[in-house]
């Protein structure tokens, strides 16, 4: 079962903020966060582990709750080079080291001027 | 820098018809995985391969097959293609987890593929 992402689509203007959350129904132990520009294959942005760590990248970062089986990404001071679509992937507890990774149905951010 | 190279940008089948879609990756990565993408859907797996002539199903393999016979190439098999499996297609791969809670993927550009 896919993890659910919310919202579905956001429009902001330059300098904003914006959250995207990925919801999961099984335990995880990890998630990870791409970007997918108009056109272009999805780019790896981070990745996070079981045991509630933050991580950043410049103005980008995210959180997990894995009590929740949530995770957030977090986009602050937002530019136009952040339009895109943003897909978190989820590996689960049950199927741990059988390499399965499974994708939400993403986010579309786009950054107006 | 790293690769993954699907064969075909756009494709155009029709009703009935075979349809072969090849990645190739050159990171030796041991872990090769095909998924679909379609509007509202995100990106569904299909197929994953975590060795040579290794594979499991993913989400979603009904109509599909995949073919693993060397580590670098990874194919995906429409036996008889339907309209239904128009869909922007996405090879990935990444290296093995063991040593590393968990790896990144890399994604080939798509093959968006009509059938009509």
């Known amino acids: 079962q896919q993890p659910v992402q919310s919202p579905q689509a956001v429009i902001l203007r330059e300098g904003e903020d914006a959250v995207i959350n990925c919801s999961s129904s099984k335990a995880l132990y990890s998630v990870h966060w791409y970007r997918q520009k108009h056109g272009e294959a999805p780019v790896f942005l981070m990745i996070?582990?079981?045991?509630?760590e933050q991580k950043g990248h410049e103005k980008i970062s995210a959180s997990f709750n894995e009590k929740k089986q949530q995770s957030s990404l977090y986009l602050t001071a937002s530019q136009l080079s952040y339009s895109g679509t943003y897909f978190c992937g989820t590996e689960s507890v049950a199927n741990f080291g059988n390499e399965k990774l499974t994708f939400g149905t993403g986010t579309r951010l786009t950054i107006i001027p | 820098d790293v690769k993954v190279t699907q064969s075909s940008r756009y494709l155009v089948k029709r009703t009935g018809e075979k349809v072969f879609l090849e990645c190739v990756q050159d990171m030796d990565h041991e872990n090769m995985f095909w998924y679909r993408q379609d509007p509202g859907l995100g990106l569904r797996l299909i197929y994953f391969s975590y060795d040579v002539k290794m594979k499991e199903k993913g989400d979603i393999p009904e109509g599909y097959s995949v073919s693993r016979e060397k580590k670098e190439r990874f194919s995906l098999i429409l036996e008889s293609a339907s309209t239904n499996q128009t869909s922007m297609y996405l090879c990935?791969?990444?290296?093995?987890?063991?040593?590393?809670?968990?790896?990144?993927?890399?994604f080939g550009s798509g093959t968006q593929l009509s059938v009509l």
């Open positions: 990935a791969s990444r290296g093995s987890q063991w040593g590393s809670p968990s790896e990144k993927l890399f």
């Open positions: 996070l582990l079981k045991g509630g």
